[in-house]
């Protein structure tokens, strides 16, 4: 999305351009100039020569006990950060596999752990790093860490207190990337027990103690998640330091275009989540609601499969490499080591046109998001809720 590499016309209409942020493909000479010229004027890097730079600056040290055999340094640069292209998702990562699984992933190559305080496992990743850190395997500045502001924290006061939380928690000075996780607050009705929007939220005076986060480099850089373009483009208007990334739901069947464009006109990085079209959501909506999301699984479509086979490569490859051509960060949960390990080749194929242009195809619009109100349960009735009705 933010380099960009032109692939001809023959591509999906919603990505006509599309970045290849990997190794084999770095052609910087190609990328039109307008769009770093946009990540500049944003975000004032002047030594940034594309926006997708190979920077591997953190090269292990000769002391580690496990070296990686591969590494993911194709990081997106922005805000003041560099964003590794590939994260790892935390969500619904059962806590006693969180240090097997942390060690797999970092051993694998991922430097990116994007995590949640509403995840209920921050505690956990922060003695699986403590423990890595303190055996010298591996150091904090080489990890990319991202947290978020719960909706039920949407308050300027509890800004402070859960950026701590979340230091005291990963066991680190600081977080790389601090979101906001969704644009409508949520309190606990007195009546009901559940939740509801709260009409007090107000995201600009959030973030403005999120900026003092920044100021007070208990925070690298600033984000948001689940915004929409107008809510993207009111905090730009307002904000001293604007956000460096969006993390929203992104997959085949929710492609949203439109949304990703704009952010990369804005000069913010976009992270998806539910790459893989979140298989395990279904079970947790039964779980707390009896709903279904009824949008269907990406990872078994007769497309996503065919093409896989073509490369032999697995559907998760061809859902994670989409995205990743289109510039697109990319943050996969799995606590299987298998999984975690096959997920991740990604860096040595790259879809045609052909391919891109039908994996474009299967996006279903409004229809194809899974994360609506069924997951952010009391808020489709404030004006902020972010997504369309469907
Ligand atoms: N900002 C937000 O509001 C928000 C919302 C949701 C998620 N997130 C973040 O985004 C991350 C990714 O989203 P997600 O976890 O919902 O969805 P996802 O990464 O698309 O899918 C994860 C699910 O897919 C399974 N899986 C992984 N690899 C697979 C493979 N090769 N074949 C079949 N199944 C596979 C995993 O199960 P196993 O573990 O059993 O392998 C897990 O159940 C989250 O973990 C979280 O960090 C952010």
Redesign the pocket.
């Known amino acids: 999305m933010v380099g960009i590499l032109s692939m001809g016309s023959n591509l999906s209409k919603c990505s006509p351009r599309i970045s290849i942020p990997v190794k084999f493909a770095r052609k910087w000479g190609n990328f039109p100039i307008s769009c770093r010229d946009q990540y500049k004027q944003f975000h004032n890097s002047p030594s940034s020569s594309g926006v997708l730079d190979k920077v591997n600056p953190f090269k292990k040290n000769s002391s580690s006990v496990c070296p990686p055999v591969k590494c993911c340094d194709d990081v997106i640069r922005v805000g003041g950060v560099e964003i590794p292209m590939y ?7 059962e806590t006693d596999l969180v240090d097997s699984s942390i060690e797999y992933a970092l051993d694998t190559g991922i430097r990116h752990i ?3 305080i509403t ?1 209920g496992n921050v505690e956990a990743i922060g003695r699986a790093l403590e423990k890595l850190f303190k055996c010298g395997k591996y150091c904090r500045e080489e990890l990319f860490l991202s947290g ?1 502001l719960p909706n039920f924290n949407m308050k300027p006061e509890d800004v402070y207190k859960v950026v701590s939380s979340y230091l005291e928690g990963l066991k680190v000075k600081y977080l790389d990337l601090f ?1 906001i ?2 644009p409508v607050g949520v309190i606990v009705d007195k009546c009901c027990g559940e939740y509801v929007a709260d009409p007090y939220s107000d995201i600009l005076a959030i973030w403005k103690e999120m900026e003092k986060q920044v100021e007070e480099k208990r925070v690298k850089a600033l984000g948001v ?2 915004f929409n373009i107008r809510q993207i483009h009111c905090l730009m208007e307002c904000s001293k330091i604007p956000p460096a990334n969006l ?3 992104l ?1 085949v069947y929710n492609q949203d275009c439109e949304l990703v464009k704009a952010a990369c006109r804005c000069g913010i990085s976009v ?11 279904v079970q947790h909506l039964y779980n707390i609601n009896g709903s279904d999301n009824n949008v269907g699984d990406p ?1 078994m479509n007769n497309a996503v499969e065919r093409i896989g086979r073509k490369y032999g490569k ?3 490859n061809v ?1 994670l490499r989409f995205l990743l051509q289109k510039g697109i960060i990319v ?6 080591p298998d ?2 390990c ?2 991740f080749n990604v860096f040595d194929f790259e879809l045609d046109a052909c391919d891109i242009e039908e994996l474009g195809s299967l996006d279903k619009g409004k229809y194809g998001r899974m ?1 609506t109100d069924n ?1 952010w349960q009391g808020t489709s009735k404030h004006p902020e809720y972010p997504f369309p009705k469907t």
């Open positions: 994260g790892y998702g935390t969500w619904q990562l994007d995590t949640s995840f978020k979101m996780q969704f998640s689940n993390q929203t739901e997959h992270t998806a989540y539910a790459p893989l079209g979140s298989p395990s959501l990872l697995t559907s998760a859902l943050i996969p949960k799995s606590s299987k999984r975690i096959s997920n994360f997951v």
